[in-house]
């Protein structure tokens, strides 16, 4: 299996163990309703111990992760399970390789049937022992807990596997489903939902071999960003998502060597380049799971809010009206990203841009809407704080807007840390107090060592 049929695997298996503690509270136990879950979980898991030892199934932050898969799309069966473990205090689970359908049964009806709440770790193994569950074990959260950071990471990574998978099928001539690019969408919005700095701050990991694939997550995480401050409804915000991480696949329908041209285009090969949103456009509108909406969103995410992009719409044409909301997503990676043609601007310099390009290129109020969502100190920021030493904004603080989580890099001497300072601060401190630290304001990244961003913000990452 690759990895996302995995993915799918474990979202189905995990689904079927919520549908088995469902249906053990309506059916008897010996009733197919509640056997066939419990026996084709047991199948499902039986591939996953032919290349590990134990799998680990734990609720983290209100998520449901398993061996390092959330699973954001909820059930009402599902919602349930999670209500049980949590109310008897089931912590991480630990299913060992021999496990039967016994065992797993056993687990379900101890689920079902325990009234205790709040159990420590240590009984609830207990009781799992005496019930003859000998393949499945409990640990304290804190052995197995993974961050959002992590989480979020895997999402991120899940979105640009779909991407690849995706632009590979179509320059070999096939029209690939868009329900895998609806489905990670569904994720990085609920990551956006639990945890927004942990996935905007993934946007800042640049991968400048696999340009292409980053930018189109990229572009999809801010574009939902955009949409979440819009307050744009659930399904209105998966299809600018999923326009959003699509926006460039007309691309693939271009020569590669125009497409990675690092000079400057000539008249005839920009021509070239203004055919992708309308071959983007074709391309959705034969693809499974992709509502005309993203496809539209594809087609005008160049035609500029003054109509003086491409291509040029005809005078009775609508223009959707998020499809100005890709346009601003879209800048703001590309400036914020090292080119062959250009230095990557600090996130800062990326927001003074487009607030002066605003009216022209890009929707003024959407520009504004972004501009507050990112924030004084957008998250990727370079900032000084009142002891003199050198940080990057890492997310927002204890006080929400009021407050900046910051990566301290260099102390006040400007010499590198040799581990990176997650600290959390107040926002408009002053020079003069040496209590608590504070921003001063930003400082120009060239000036200072590079360090690798993910490295920053995944090693330095609050738990």
Do not use: W
């Amino acid at each position: 299996m690759d990895r996302r049929e995995q993915e799918l695997l474990i979202t189905k298996l995990i689904r079927a163990l919520g549908t088995s503690l469902k249906n053990r509270g309506i059916y008897p136990a010996t009733h197919p309703q509640v056997r066939n879950p419990v026996e084709k979980i047991h199948q499902d898991l039986l591939l996953f111990f032919v290349d590990r030892n134990e799998l680990v199934l734990v609720i983290t932050d209100g998520t449901l992760v398993f061996e390092g898969v959330p699973i954001f799309s909820l059930t009402s069966s599902l919602e349930n399970f999670m209500d049980r473990l949590g109310r008897i205090g089931v912590p991480a689970i630990i299913f060992d390789k021999g496990l039967t359908v016994g065992d797993i049964d056993t687990f379900v009806r101890f689920l079902h049937e325990t009234r205790e709440q709040g159990l420590p770790p240590k009984r609830i193994q207990e009781l799992l022992e005496q019930a003859g569950a000998a393949h499945i074990r409990v640990k304290p959260m804190e052995e197995e807990e993974e961050d959002d950071y992590a989480i979020a990471h895997q999402v991120y990574d899940n979105a640009v596997s779909v991407v690849v998978s995706i632009l590979r099928d179509v320059r070999m001539g096939r029209i690939p489903s868009g329900a895998e690019s609806e489905q990670v969408v569904k994720d990085m919005s609920s990551m956006l939902t639990r945890n927004r700095d942990a996935m905007l701050a993934l946007t800042l990991i640049k991968n400048y071999d696999e340009y292409t694939y980053n930018h189109s997550v990229n572009v999809a995480v801010l574009s939902l960003a955009i949409a979440d401050a819009m307050s744009l409804p659930g399904e209105t915000k998966v299809d600018v998502g999923v326009a959003g991480l699509l926006h460039d696949i007309g691309k693939t329908q271009l020569a590669l060597e125009l497409i990675r041209k690092p000079g400057t285009l000539s008249v005839k090969e920009f021509e070239e380049i203004k055919k992708h949103p309308d071959e983007g456009f074709l391309l959705l509108t034969k693809m499974s799971h992709i509502r005309p909406s993203s496809a539209y969103m594809v087609l005008e995410h160049h035609m500029r809010f003054d109509k003086t992009g491409y291509p040029q719409p005809n005078p009775e044409h609508t223009v959707n009206p998020n499809s100005n909301i890709i346009p601003v997503a879209d800048c703001y990676d590309a400036l914020t990203t090292m080119r062959s043609y250009q230095k990557a601007r600090y996130p800062q310099q990326a927001l003074d841009i487009m607030t002066k390009i605003a009216g022209k290129s890009l929707d003024p109020e959407i520009v504004s809407l972004f501009v507050n969502t990112m924030g004084a100190y957008p998250v990727g920021t370079m900032v000084r704080l009142n002891t003199m030493e050198i940080g990057v904004v890492s997310g927002s603080g204890r006080d929400g807007e009021k407050g900046r989580k910051v990566v301290v890099l260099f102390d006040r001497d400007g010499k590198p840390l040799p581990c990176p300072e997650q600290v959390d601060l107040v926002e408009g401190g002053k020079a003069t107090e040496t209590d608590q630290r504070a921003i001063l304001g930003t400082v120009n990244p060239n000036l200072y060592p590079s360090m690798p961003s993910e490295n920053l913000f995944l090693s330095a990452a609050p738990a």
